[in-house]
């Protein structure tokens, strides 16, 4: 074959066809390097053939690696704005209920405000032992290291006691300095908030007293008996019996009724 081809050659030299210029003298040379090159082109081929055939795996493992990693990137991207909205959502929720315990703290502290202002003025003319009773626990009210919560519950306990003694009848012990400019021991029994009496000992000084928006006021009476076993009936030193006992119905009575 390679004969033939430099036959080929060499007729075609001498029939003067320009066909195929060489750039070396020896035609021999000239087709042997071509058969090298064409030898080393297809050996790289092989070699690359070779090559991918081993790293074809390892490839398609990266590439497999690759989706993932990515898949996993696009859910994160994903859950990371979907957190980022429960995050906003959130975050107004706190900011509107914020807000809203703003508004309601400011509504407390009026309400506390009104409510200390209608007690101090309620306290004058309350009986006696809610006065005394009250003269540690309303100053409290002023108190500014106090919260809301603690003087709304201050409040709520003072108007509980109004409430307990508004529902029934007490009774009190207490030493009063009388008309005389004497002190005595005297007894007390009050009807709620709006009526109340005291008697001595021996029943010689007696009075009824109201709540009055000046403070509360005695009055001398002369039913000192009378009030004395009504006394005696609270305490079960009598057997009870009816006593009829005269009553300002058109009183001003704290709190209303």
Do not use: C
């Not at 696009?74 to 975050?91: H, Y």
């Not at 106090?146 to 029934?168: A, C, I, M, P, R």
């Amino acid at each position: 074959m390679l004969k033939r081809r430099i036959l080929y050659v060499v007729l075609l030299g001498s029939l003067s066809i320009p066909m195929i210029s060489f750039a070396v003298d020896d035609p021999v040379e000239d087709i042997h390097q071509l058969t090298m090159q064409w030898t080393g082109l297809e050996h790289q081929k092989d070699t690359l053939r070779k090559n991918w055939r081993g790293d074809k795996p390892i490839l398609e493992q990266q590439l497999s690696l690759l989706d993932r990693e990515t898949e996993e990137l696009n859910r994160f991207l994903k859950e990371s704005a979907q957190n980022q909205d429960e995050v906003e959502q959130r975050r107004l929720e706190l900011l509107e209920q914020q807000t809203r315990l703003e508004q309601e703290q400011a509504a407390l502290e009026r309400s506390l405000r009104q409510a200390v202002i209608r007690l101090k003025a309620l306290h004058v003319q309350l009986p006696p032992p809610l006065v005394e009773g009250w003269e540690e626990e309303l100053p409290r009210l002023e108190d500014p290291l106090l919260t809301g919560s603690e003087k709304l519950q201050l409040v709520l306990n003072l108007l509980s006691q109004l409430d307990d003694f508004q529902q029934k009848v007490t009774l009190n012990e207490r030493v009063m300095t009388l008309a005389d400019g004497q002190e005595y021991l005297v007894k007390q029994v009050f009807l709620g908030l709006s009526h109340g009496w005291y008697v001595t000992a021996d029943q010689s000084h007696a009075a009824a007293g109201m709540a009055d928006p000046d403070g509360w006021q005695w009055t001398p009476v002369t039913y000192g008996e009378r009030i004395a076993r009504i006394i005696a009936i609270l305490e079960r030193r009598m057997n009870p019996e009816l006593i009829t006992m005269p009553l300002q119905l058109n009183a001003k009575a704290t709190g209303g009724n």
